[in-house]
């Protein structure tokens, strides 16, 4: 036992020192790593101190080639300023000697052209003047025909003696219808020459009207000459297709009176058919105005009645349209008077009504309460007429006549 303990001792000693041993294998060992923790951080902090100052010294290279290229970059903007500006002085300098040029040779064509239009201009002048002579020659010759017209009445041409003529023929100065002046004049120079005709026609043109002389080339122009240079001028013969259109499409408008529209389908149908004899113009004016009548029953009336005149028509319409107005108003007097009257027979008759339902209503709950009453007793009386003594119904729904009813009141 007691050497049991002495190992135990011993064992206990050995594992005492061996901790002791540890321990210090333990703290050198720490230490020896922190020496070389302060090593590393030293040869660390040495490397990290030469890398910074080769970053600055990489940074102070870069900034100087950066400044070195700034500098054969300012270098290059001013040779290149100076290469725009002498390329402008340049090109500005050309253009200025090519306007130079261009103004000179301008100024050569434009006096060209000025002379040339200097001669046109005078050889028109020279023309005009020709062309106004002869007028004023062609002028004379009519004034003096005119003159002697008018002073002895007749004209003598070529040694012969017109038709003596004192009328005055009408003047035409472009501003009126050249189809209507045409057919007066004709109107009063029915039975002269030609020739007549055409010294009248040449003396009665006024204004714009004369200017159609210079057109004609001839000396002494025709009749026909003259009227076909007017009619080229100021006629309106190739617009009466446009007008006869425009009658066809032509209706009443919703406010225009049967005055105005007739007056207007007048207008329209002498202008679409200016030379149409004066029956053949009353049948167009009486057909048009019917067809285009806003108001189709005073159109079919007026068919029937077949007037041959625009006149008789417009009158028979505007009587027809009088009378409809007539019999429109008395037929509203009528309706309102006859809605009046039955507005106050529904007064009338409504509180009538409805007393009669009340009374109904009143004796249908009187009728009800006994009922009611009755049941609550157990004693269900019967219903009994007053009138025919009959049991199931009340007298205001007797089904016996009231004279049937009297005769049972009676018994």
Same mark, same amino acid.
């Given at each position: 036992m007691e050497d049991s303990m002495k190992q135990l001792m011993e064992m206990l000693s050995a594992m005492? &020192?061996?901790?002791?041993?540890?321990?210090?294998? *333990?703290?050198?060992?720490?230490?020896? *790593?922190?020496?070389?923790?302060?090593w590393g951080q030293e040869e660390t902090k040495e490397d990290i101190k030469r890398g910074q100052e080769e970053m600055k010294e990489d940074m102070k290279?870069?900034? !100087?080639?950066?400044? &070195?290229?700034?500098?054969?970059?300012?270098?290059?903007?001013?040779?290149?300023?100076?290469?725009?500006?002498? =390329?402008?002085?340049? $090109? $500005?300098?050309?253009?200025?000697t090519a306007m130079e040029e261009n103004n000179t040779k301008l100024g050569t064509k434009l006096n060209e052209f000025e002379q040339v239009v200097e001669e046109e201009i005078n050889l028109v002048k020279d023309d005009v003047k020709a062309v106004k002579e002869e007028m004023n020659k062609k002028i004379e010759e009519i004034e003096t025909k005119f003159?002697?017209?008018?002073?002895? #009445?007749?004209?003598?041409?070529?040694?012969?003696?017109?038709?003596? =003529?004192?009328?005055k023929v009408p003047t035409f100065d472009g501003k009126v219808s050249w189809n209507t002046y045409l057919r007066q004049f004709e109107a009063v120079v029915r039975n002269w020459r030609e020739e007549d005709k055409a010294t009248s026609l040449i003396a009665a043109l006024r204004g714009e009207?004369?200017?159609?002389?210079?057109?004609?080339?001839?000396?002494?122009?025709?009749?026909?000459?003259?009227? =076909?240079?007017?009619?080229?001028?100021? #006629?309106?013969?190739? $617009?009466?297709?446009?007008?006869? &259109?425009?009658?066809? /499409?032509?209706?009443?408008?919703?406010?225009?009176?049967?005055?105005?529209?007739?007056?207007?389908?007048?207008?329209?149908?002498?202008?679409?058919?200016?030379? &149409?004899?004066?029956?053949?113009?009353?049948?167009? %004016?009486?057909?048009?105005?019917?067809?285009? %009548?806003?108001? /189709?029953?005073? #159109?079919?009336?007026?068919?029937?009645?077949?007037?041959?005149?625009?006149?008789? @028509? $417009?009158?028979?319409?505007?009587?027809?349209?009088?009378?409809?107005?007539?019999?429109? #108003?008395? @037929? !509203?007097?009528?309706?309102? !008077?006859?809605?009046?009257?039955q507005d106050r027979e529904r007064k009338v008759q409504r509180p009538s009504k409805n007393l009669v339902d009340s009374i109904k209503d009143v004796l249908e709950k009187f009728t009800d309460g006994q009922n009611s009453e009755d049941s609550t007793t157990n004693r269900r009386r019967p219903i009994r007429c007053w009138t025919c003594g009959v049991e199931g119904h009340v007298r205001s729904r007797c089904p016996q006549p009231p004279a049937e009813q009297n005769q049972g009141n009676a018994n």
């Open positions: 005492k &020192a061996s901790q002791e041993q540890m321990k210090e294998d *333990i703290k050198r060992g720490q230490e020896e *790593i922190k020496e070389d923790m302060k290279r870069g900034q !100087k080639e950066m400044k &070195a290229s700034q500098e054969e970059v300012k270098v290059s903007q001013e040779e290149m300023k100076e290469d725009i500006k002498a =390329s402008q002085e340049k $090109l $500005l300098q050309e253009m200025k003159a002697q017209l008018s002073t002895t #009445g007749v004209i003598k041409t070529e040694g012969t003696v017109t038709t003596p =003529s004192k009328v009207a004369l200017e159609v002389l210079r057109t004609i080339p001839e000396a002494s122009p025709t009749y026909a000459t003259l009227t =076909s240079a007017l009619e080229r001028r100021y #006629g309106d013969a190739h $617009l009466q297709h446009v007008y006869q &259109a425009q009658l066809r /499409s032509r209706r009443q408008r919703f406010e225009e009176t049967l005055q105005q529209y007739e007056a207007d389908i007048s207008r329209m149908v002498n202008m679409a058919y200016p030379t &149409a004899p004066a029956e053949v113009i009353e049948q167009l %004016l009486v057909s048009s105005f019917i067809e285009g %009548l806003r108001d /189709s029953e005073i #159109g079919q009336l007026v068919r029937l009645a077949r007037h041959k005149t625009i006149s008789e @028509t $417009l009158a028979q319409a505007l009587e027809i349209e009088a009378a409809k107005q007539a019999s429109r #108003g008395t @037929t !509203k007097i009528r309706q309102v !008077k006859t809605y009046q009257y």
